[in-house]
């Protein structure tokens, strides 16, 4: 694997449907089309690697967890199994993987990364992956080590999100690249976990220390 790119679309948002809002986004397979609703509906076609339909046709349980009710709808564990499982096939390998996530503010990134509530994103379903990979590959001769970082850059800066806001450098941390070990960032914690409870924890902890500011699309925006 080198490059794939997937999309996906989210439901209306509350000011999108008081807004009464109209759909220009369908999918079919790997296309994504596009309708321009003001040009007599001319539409244009995209293909990608996955083309994830979020939109509707699911139902919410009473524990809020979405359920698909057609093969159409690509709920977080869907998700996961085609994208988030391969990257960690080959990172399990030895290779550097990156997933990155890209969109304008309320897009729907964090959901699909993290998650809320029962519905775990691509990083919690990856983590609790690992511990399970290394309880079913540990030997006497071969034991495992994870170590825990998080971070966010915003506004152009590198910031540690284990490390409370007081304790942090005002410019942010600086990224830097050695001859073997790669690019790194210089400073970055690393914490040992041993579980994926443990990992939720240090999520938990980095998440409450995120940079966030309401904008009209999005409350919380990070």
């Known amino acids: 694997m080198s490059v794939k790119v ?35 509906g001319a539409s244009r076609d995209f ?42 096939d080959n990172a399990w390998q030895g290779y550097h993987c990156c997933l990155f996530a890209y969109g304008q503010t309320g897009a729907g990134k964090s959901y699909s990364m993290i998650g809320y509530g029962k519905n775990r994103g691509v990083v919690p379903q990856a983590c609790a ?23 966010e850059i915003y506004n152009e800066k ?16 600086k990224i830097r690249e050695h001859k073997s070990l790669g690019v790194f960032v210089e400073g970055l914690s690393k914490h040992p976990v041993d579980s994926y409870e443990a990992i939720e924890e240090k999520m938990d902890e980095g998440n409450t220390n995120r940079t966030i500011g ?9």
């Open 158 to 173: 590198v910031q540690d999100l284990l490390i409370p806001t007081s304790a942090r450098p005002a410019g942010g941390l």
């Open 47 to 88: 293909t990608f690697d996955y083309s994830f339909w979020s939109h509707d046709e699911f139902e919410t349980t009473p524990e809020g967890l979405a359920v698909p009710l057609t093969d159409k709808y690509a709920d977080q564990t869907r998700v996961y199994e085609l994208v988030g499982r391969e990257i960690l």
């Open 129 to 151: 992956e690992i511990f399970e990979r290394i309880r079913s590959g540990h030997t006497t001769t071969k034991s495992f080590e994870v170590m825990f970082s998080m971070l």
């Open 214 to 222: 309401a904008t009209q699309m999005n409350a919380t925006s990070s």
């Open 6 to 40: 997937a999309v996906r679309v989210r439901p209306f948002n509350q000011r999108e449907l008081e807004l009464n809002s109209k759909l220009c986004v369908d999918m079919k397979g790997h296309t994504t089309i596009l309708t321009d609703l003001d040009d007599n």
